[in-house]
């Protein structure tokens, strides 16, 4: 059997949570990590008990009309959703793993039905969740509720993205995201930082400039 052929059970963690008397799991997976500019966005969802929303996936292997899609049918079938933000001046404060983490929580903090059990994607979990906890690597392309959160936190980063582009149209940011691309690098040549741009990522930059 190919490896393309092999089923994914995608609700092999969120059963095995039920399994030990959990009710209310939910997943959570962030957005926006390396970007030079924007906020990190983190999403959490919960879904029915032995639900998989058709279709979804790791965001990072659908198209962006896809993920557009599914957005909106996560927001709809999910039993519950929150998505949160921190914006880049508090990576810089805090810096972006523990950016991430905080935006994470906000989300898991967000949900209007409290969770009693967290799955996240990555190795390592936030600090400050007083909910036990698992961490799972590639989680967004091994569980159902991780995945519908990856889909949810990459889409609303990406509107985001797309807001500041009209804001900020000279840094072409609905080509990149904010990623540190060849063209993001010529725009910041050409026209300096703007206040979106997260300054602790820039550290090289700044130096080749002095």
Not at 61 to 70: A, N, P, Q, Y
Not at 140 to 168: G, P, Q, T, W
Request: aromatic fraction near 10%; hydrophobic fraction near 35%; glycine fraction near 6%.
């Amino acid at each position: 059997m190919k490896k393309s052929e092999v089923t994914i059970n995608w609700l092999e963690y969120e059963n095995e949570a039920y399994s030990k008397g959990y009710k209310r799991v939910c997943g959570v997976d962030e957005a926006g990590r390396g970007p030079l500019a924007g906020p990190v966005f983190a999403a959490a969802v919960i879904l029915p008990r032995g639900y998989v929303i058709e279709g979804v996936n790791d965001s990072k292997k659908l198209s962006e009309k896809k993920r557009e899609k599914l957005f909106e049918k996560i927001k709809t079938e999910a039993l519950c959703y929150s998505i949160a933000s921190v914006d880049e001046k508090t990576i810089d404060e805090i810096n972006i793993l523990n950016a991430t983490f905080l935006a994470m929580e906000k989300a898991v903090e967000g949900l209007e039905i409290k969770s009693d059990f967290v799955m996240i994607d990555g190795n390592r979990a936030p600090k400050h969740l007083d909910i036990p906890c698992q961490t799972i690597v590639k989680g967004d392309a091994k569980s159902a509720s991780i995945a519908a959160a990856s889909i949810l936190a990459k889409v609303s980063r990406d509107r985001f993205m797309l807001e500041m582009a009209e804001k900020y149209p000279e840094y072409c940011f609905e080509k990149h995201k904010g990623y540190g691309t060849k063209l993001h690098y010529e725009m910041l040549d050409k026209y300096g930082v703007s206040e979106i741009h997260r300054k602790s990522f820039l550290k090289s930059w700044y130096a080749k400039n002095e």
